[in-house]
């Protein structure tokens, strides 16, 4: 036994004994390995088995909190009409909810006019770096850097920094793996998980990233609930694991002593 295993175990003892939890995932990264080509990320097998027992679990909502664009977070997870897992895309600016479907915090004309602006600035002025990729989003836009080399990476998030910072100072600027993101909204991934926790009346709280803007929601927990980080990198999380296979391992595990102790 590591001397990680006990902290785990506790933590897991907790949360299946809680009246109502919500389980809130990242997914790129954290149920997904991360690809080259965004669109290309779908859930490994045993994160989509371990998904599916915590929401046939008692008393149990699952949600997937996510820097995407809800349409494109819709595409990767294989999300239909019917599920019963929430969404959080944009970093909490736009919600999927069973039931209601899409809650939008909604857009000002001026603000979309200024992102198609910024974006296509952005398109233009990077044009020439190799593998660098504008992703559009619903409220900016990201850069990603992921099949560019060290130097053409540095340049581009350069010249677009210099972009946003010229056109619009007050934009929100997201750091990520090898992206760079920039919005009109300031919604972050722990005001997702409080109006997650809110919606659904949870009393206790699992949530699992991999990246620096998921620290945003681990540092916002209480403590009866619990951050798990997946893989390397700071953290304040209490629960660790090096991989995907792992999270969905206690996730799992979380789902069969839930059932055992709610069923």
Known sequence: MTAAEPATGDA???LAASTRLLVALDFD???SPLEDEPMDARMLPAARDAVEALVAAPETMVAFVSGRSLVDLRVIAEHRDGSRVLLAGSHGAEFWIP????V???EDE???RLRDTLRAHAER????LEGVWIEPKTFGFGVHTRRADAA????ANRIVDGIVADEAPHWRRRTGHNIVEFAFRHEGKDS???ELRERVGATAVLFAGDDVTDEDAIASLGPGDVGVRVGDGPSSAAVRVPDIAALAGLLSRLAEERTRALG
């Open 192 to 194: 997702a998980v409080a």
């Open 104 to 106: 939008s915090h909604g």
């Open 125 to 128: 002025a990077t044009a020439h």
């Open 29 to 31: 990264g954290t149920l």
């Open 152 to 155: 053409d990476a540095a340049e």
């Open 110 to 112: 001026a603000d979309v």
């Open 99 to 102: 039931g209601e479907g899409l």
């Open 12 to 14: 897991i003892a907790r």
